[in-house]
């Protein structure tokens, strides 16, 4: 990360799917086979992020690789959070809040809802792993390419799960029509559906409208919808937290982490009807949220000048960055409404050769090669500051350039 934190980044110029809409029937074989086993039969997803193991196998210090695998703000952890983070080293001696009362008071101010519909937790995973239980879900939609972590949840819990992919010769637009032919369909039943808006890895939003529209379908089936929103900061317009009075069996997920440059502290919330998050509250672990992440959230929610500079930031960058990567030769780039892309390399390359070759420069991408209703082309790739954004597109250029 250049600059300071909450600094303004760098400035300067600078054949998959013909059964993409098919439910997955295979889902559990496909979803191990996008994980990696932990040891112990078992398989973790295999996310982005994991800088410590990176720079213990090519023996270098975490500082000096930069991670285009993880979606985290660029310009850093907001000031405004570290001095808070300082001023409630004092609260250490004392165990947290267990209710998150103070934060949520914030949240419910800002998402224009009751603090008693706002369930905080340590990261929006561990309140993605409450739900299946919680909710009875034996059997889900999952809208994808998305988001390992839902179906991992599900089949933990000896839960259904089923796929419906977005399309890649459709760009990845979210399949709505899709969806709601196969809701409607007799010999199908599902207690939930669980869509990523807007969506990991393929930077696709769904409008709000359409959500809604999801949501009153669910609605008169008697199942749950649950939207994650951990990137909605970058698009906000889309967002349907405000609309969960109206849809009594719609839960929105939301990360703190990712938006505000804080994954290390750990810290997401989930939104819905109060008797819901009652129920959940009772599975979570005692004092699951520590202080620190508490009070930098707080201060950090309240932080706009923060908030305006980061959009601005990412709407400029975004298409600068896209430009750039649409100019190499074979690439295809996929259009996003996040700090992310989804690209697909040219077929004269492999994905496990151009991520090691960019991790032997110290530069960390995410490889989406096995991740169901994807190809063995993808990658995603974080969009950060300016110099990094350079330093990307000079080394993937040298990668994808045809051998003659």
Not at 185 to 214: H, I
Not at 358 to 382: E, T
Request: hydrophobic residues 40%; glycine residues 6%; contains cysteine.
């Amino acid at each position: 990360m250049s600059g300071r934190p909450g600094s303004t980044p760098d400035e300067g110029p600078y054949r998959y799917g013909d059964h993409a809409h098919v439910l997955d029937q295979s889902c559990r074989s496909s979803f191990r086979h996008g994980m990696a086993a932990d040891g112990e039969g078992m398989t973790q997803p295999s996310h982005g992020g994991n800088v410590y193991k990176v720079a213990r196998d090519r023996r270098v210090p975490v500082e000096r690789i930069v991670d285009f695998s993880a979606s985290i703000n660029p310009l850093g952890t907001p000031a405004t959070g570290l001095r808070a983070i300082r001023s409630a080293l004092k609260q250490v001696m004392h165990y947290p809040d267990p209710d998150c009362w103070q934060l949520r008071q914030v949240l419910a101010r800002q998402c224009g809802i009751d603090p008693e519909m706002i369930l905080v937790g340590n990261g929006s995973t561990e309140l993605i792993h409450l739900l299946p239980l919680t909710l009875a879900i034996e059997s889900a939609l999952i809208v994808g390419p998305t988001f390992e972590e839902y179906a991992r949840a599900l089949i933990g819990t000896g839960s259904s799960v089923q796929y419906i992919h977005a399309r890649r010769e459709e760009r990845f637009r979210p399949p709505i029509k899709n969806i709601l032919r196969q809701l409607s369909a007799k010999e199908t039943r599902f207690d939930a559906v669980f869509l990523c808006n807007p969506n990991n890895p393929t930077g696709q939003v769904m409008t709000r409208a359409s959500v809604c529209e999801l949501a009153e379908a669910l609605d008169r089936r008697q199942a749950w919808l649950i939207v994650d929103e951990a990137f909605i900061d970058y698009c906000q317009a889309h967002s349907v937290v405000s609309m969960l009075s109206t849809y009594p069996r719609m839960l929105v997920l939301r990360s703190l982490t990712k938006f505000y440059a804080m994954p290390g502290l750990r810290i997401g919330y989930l939104a819905g009807a109060s008797k819901v998050m009652d129920r959940l509250k009772d599975r979570q672990p005692p004092w699951s949220v520590n202080s620190l992440a508490q009070a930098a959230s707080c201060a950090m929610l309240l932080d706009d000048s923060y908030v305006t500079r980061s959009r601005t930031f990412m709407e400029n960058e975004r298409v600068r960055f896209v430009q750039a990567l649409r100019s190499l030769s074979g690439i295809r780039v996929f259009p996003s409404a996040a700090n992310f892309v989804l690209m697909e390399l040219p077929v004269w390359t492999s994905v496990g050769e151009v991520t090691d070759r960019l991790a032997s420069k110290r530069l960390l991408v995410r490889d989406c090669s096995l991740l169901p209703g994807l190809n063995r082309q993808m990658i995603r790739v974080a969009i950060r500051t300016r110099k990094e954004n350079r330093r990307l597109i000079a080394a993937l250029g040298i990668c994808v350039k045809k051998k003659k």
